[in-house]
């Protein structure tokens, strides 16, 4: 086994070198991998319990609270199929025998560890939103593909399963779309049962937190990690971390790439942001996230993204375009639609299994470049939300037409987590 300083020490050559699992290259470095990949995963909190049940053989897990940790190894029969805790994530990277990292963390850590794991050689299956700025999803980006890493974003909808209440798969709005059904341009609002009001209470932040005592089983400058050094409070942490502008973006950032990225794949905006982002809110507490009421995204070419917070236009068209609406379940002012859009072609094939991706290193239906653009979407609709104001975007540039906006694009992190790309 590892030890913690073998493993620390270890980190100095990978900004320099790449490991590459011996699993994932043949005798000859040509031959695909062994049926069986191995997989780690760092972050032991509610969401990594769908982790758990993922392909591939479980070797490690890692978390920096006792107590989730010791949940997670009961729940993955650690001792019976020699699962290994870890309290620090550089020493689950440091193992040469861990194909597939899974990151399962708060949003502040994706970019950082993502960073890592893809110099230390793995394969990266990371929760949403992929980045908790635009800036450290660049630099996700450059990582995965100068190291040549298979990426997944671990939202699903633009590929499988009905979304929320639309109660069909985005590949029959997909057809209507790209056959010219609707015309163009093309309005999406999300609201009524495909809305957001659900989250945005839930995870709206409390102010002036008071500092109490770290429990014995946290530690919480790891858990901080690159985040700004803050006095603990309970309600910093663990699920409520979503309610912080220095871990998460409230509602926005924990449901908005299961919302938009679909609606990126459905407008053949993959390779692009709006080009402005307008914002109904009060104005924002420094530290604390809030509540909006409207958000809406407008593209250069005359597309239309609304996010109705208050859930007011609950009769609103999913889909509204020159030649008619589609609402969910396919109900429309198109006679016979499902019969039309049934007689279409297909959209192109996907790549949706992951683990045949990693052995044939092709990249996954929703990797790190449409991941990053969708990811931008819902950072853009933050950073407006955060500032209070209207936001105009450059998708060449990556860059606002505001000062503020800017500065919020690469935000620093505490020493000594740096993205070195």
Not at 152 to 173: E, I
Not at 177 to 188: C, E, H, I, Q
Not at 297 to 318: F, P
């Amino acid at each position: 086994m590892t030890t913690r300083r073998q493993a620390l020490k270890s980190l100095a050559a990978l900004a320099t070198i790449q490991i590459v699992p011996s699993r994932v290259l043949g005798l000859n470095g040509q031959t695909p991998p062994s049926e069986i990949l191995t997989r780690g995963i760092i972050g032991c909190g509610g969401i990594s319990a769908s982790h758990l049940t993922m392909p591939g053989k479980l070797l490690a897990l890692c978390d920096v609270d006792k107590n989730h940790l010791a949940n997670r190894m009961r729940d993955a029969g650690a001792e019976a199929n020699g699962v290994t805790g870890y309290h620090d994530f550089r020493e689950l990277l440091a193992r040469k025998d861990i194909d597939i990292v899974h990151i399962a963390t708060p949003p502040h850590w994706h970019a950082f560890m993502a960073v890592a794991a893809a110099k230390a050689g793995k394969d990266v299956w990371c929760e949403k939103p992929m980045s908790r700025t635009i800036g450290e999803g660049i630099a996700m980006v450059k990582a995965v593909e100068e190291q040549k890493r298979i990426f997944r974003l671990n939202t699903w909808f633009r590929f499988q399963a009905g979304f929320y209440d639309m109660h069909v798969p985005v590949v029959m709005l997909k057809k209507a779309v790209m056959n010219g059904l609707l015309g163009w341009p093309l309005k999406v609002t999300v609201s009524g049962v495909t809305g957001f009001d659900w989250k945005l209470a839930a995870w709206a932040g409390k102010v002036g937190l008071q500092p109490e005592p770290v429990p014995p089983e946290l530690d919480y400058d790891l858990w901080l990690g690159p985040a700004p050094m803050k006095p603990y409070n309970h309600n910093r942490i663990h699920g409520s971390f979503r309610c912080y502008w220095d871990y998460d973006g409230g509602g926005l950032g924990d449901m908005g790439q299961h919302y938009l990225d679909p609606v990126q794949y459905l407008l053949d905006k993959d390779d692009q942001a709006p080009i402005s982002v307008d914002i109904d809110a009060d104005p924002q507490d420094s530290e604390a996230v809030g509540v909006w009421r409207r958000i809406e995204y407008t593209y250069a070419d005359g597309c239309k993204v609304i996010l109705d917070g208050e859930n007011k236009d609950k009769d609103a068209a999913y889909l509204e375009g020159p030649k008619g609406k589609i609402y969910p379940s396919l109900r429309s002012d198109i006679p016979d639609l499902r019969k039309k859009i049934d007689a279409l072609p297909d959209p192109p094939a996907q790549n949706i299994d992951f683990h045949e991706c990693v052995r044939t290193r092709k990249k996954f239906a929703l990797n790190e470049q449409n991941g990053f653009w969708s990811c931008t979407v819902v950072n853009m609709g933050i950073c407006a939300h955060r500032l209070n104001k209207s936001l105009k975007f450059d998708s060449k540039t990556l860059k606002f037409d505001d000062p503020a906006a800017n500065a919020l694009i690469r935000q620093p992190m505490r020493a000594p987590w740096q993205l070195s790309v």
